[in-house]
């Protein structure tokens, strides 16, 4: 069985651009989160969706989206990219929302902003 | 104040020892808690899931102090694949996320 999928695993972009990143989560798993983590601090909440449904949203401003397909793949759109946007992006796959079995990570998107 | 939060060390021991690691979290609605392990550029890994009673798995003994808002990991004779960051992990249902810590970085050492 495949894993956590994030595409791309690299991505650089200008201020002021736009990105979509793009997961799928294990099969059979309806649960998928979405992380920041910049270098030295830990993984930082942005989404969760389950059932093609938000159910969670961390303190990230408007120009954060998401959404979750009937196949239960994710999309992540950052507009308006800042430099401070620049981190490892991670999506989190889970059968429900995890707050009973924790999350299968993929190997993340890293983001360069410049 | 962040809402959980771990002691970043760095951590610097030699092989053999034992270790523990330390977590406070601030939501009393916590409902589930959990260690991961991440190594350099790579993704966060699940090691284990905390309960009241305190669990173990092989050399890792993880506890939860509810009353106290308090999580441990225990790593007992440490081996040098043990290094990475250990990141503290606390989901509540009912704001529809997991919180994780910034982590505590542990070098095992020849």
């Known amino acids: 069985d495949a894993g956590v999928t994030q595409s791309p695993t690299h991505l650089i972009k200008t201020r002021g651009q736009h990105v979509t990143l793009r997961c799928s989560p294990i099969s059979g798993h309806k649960s998928v989160s979405w992380y920041q983590q910049v270098l030295g601090q830990g993984p930082q909440f942005i989404f969760q969706?389950?059932?093609?449904?938000?159910?969670g949203r961390g303190n990230f401003p408007d120009r954060f989206s998401a959404r979750q397909f009937p196949n239960y793949s994710s999309e992540l759109n950052v507009n308006a990219l800042l430099l401070g946007d620049s981190a490892l992006y991670l999506c989190?796959?889970?059968?429900?929302?995890?707050?009973?079995?924790?999350?299968?990570f993929g190997s993340g998107t890293r983001l360069t902003v410049v | 104040r962040k809402e959980v939060e771990q002691d970043p060390g760095p951590f610097n021991v030699p092989e053999g020892a034992t270790v523990a690691f330390n977590c406070t979290y601030s939501n009393s609605a916590s409902q589930s808690f959990f260690w991961y392990r991440q190594d350099c550029r790579k993704e966060p890994k699940l090691l284990m899931s905390?309960?009241?009673s305190g669990n173990e798995d092989g050399r890792f003994t993880a506890q939860l102090n509810r009353a106290s808002q308090y999580i441990s990991l225990l790593i007992r004779d440490s081996k040098l694949s043990d290094s990475a960051t250990y990141l503290c992990v606390v989901a509540a249902a009912s704001a529809g996320k997991s919180t994780f810590g910034d982590g505590t970085t542990l070098t095992v050492k020849p």
């Open positions: 969706y389950y059932e093609k449904e938000e159910r």
């Open positions: 989190a796959s889970s059968l429900v929302p995890a707050t009973d079995y924790g999350y299968t």
């Open positions: 905390v309960y009241s």
